[in-house]
């Protein structure tokens, strides 16, 4: 089954190059929902996962601003989502002592623990691209990279 099919068009596509926007972004929400399945079993959003992940991988406290740069989404309203993890005591903030301008912010145990439940899931998340082989998996990231600008 293709793209055509999935979203039911009759029509062609103009071109093969607006094919691959409209297949990226139906791909896009069809990953994002597999996602969500595993997520709101700890009533987490897609964006606060990635911070929390984000601060996982850090070597110690961010400010809100690097946080938003390495946000997959670089739409979403850092500060608020932070807020939001905080309520969940999944985060601690505190004001940077370099620049007191900027809010710092480290996941807390629980946010850790929390991670390493969802991390149980990671087979789940891999099985989203079980139809492809790895070689198919790396020559899809070296065009999206590329498709981008990346290489």
């Known amino acids: 089954m293709g793209i055509?099919?999935?979203i039911h068009q009759s029509r062609k596509f103009?071109?093969?190059h607006h094919k691959s926007v409209v297949n990226i972004l139906f791909t896009n929400n069809?990953?994002?929902e597999k996602i969500k399945v595993f997520l709101e079993t700890e009533d987490l959003t897609l964006q606060q996962?990635?911070?929390l992940r984000i601060l996982r991988g850090s070597d110690?406290?961010?400010s809100t601003l690097q946080i938003r740069e390495r946000m997959l989404d670089k739409m979403?309203?850092?500060s608020r989502i932070v807020d939001r993890l905080l309520l969940k005591k999944l985060v601690k903030k505190s004001i940077c002592k370099k620049d007191k301008r900027l809010v710092d912010v480290v996941i807390t145990a629980k946010?850790?623990?929390?991670?390493?439940?969802?991390?149980?899931?990671?087979r789940q998340l891999d099985e989203v691209m079980a139809n492809l082989s790895d070689a198919e998996?790396?020559?899809?990231?070296?065009?999206?990279?590329?498709?981008?600008?990346?290489?």
């Open 60 to 62: 110690g406290p961010i």
């Open 111 to 122: 946010g850790k623990t929390m991670l390493a439940k969802l991390d149980q899931y990671d």
């Open 49 to 51: 996962y990635n911070i």
């Open 30 to 32: 069809w990953v994002t």
């Open 14 to 16: 103009r071109s093969e």
């Open 4 to 6: 055509e099919q999935d």
């Open 137 to 151: 998996a790396k020559q899809l990231n070296t065009l999206l990279d590329k498709l981008r600008g990346s290489v």
């Open 76 to 78: 979403s309203d850092t």
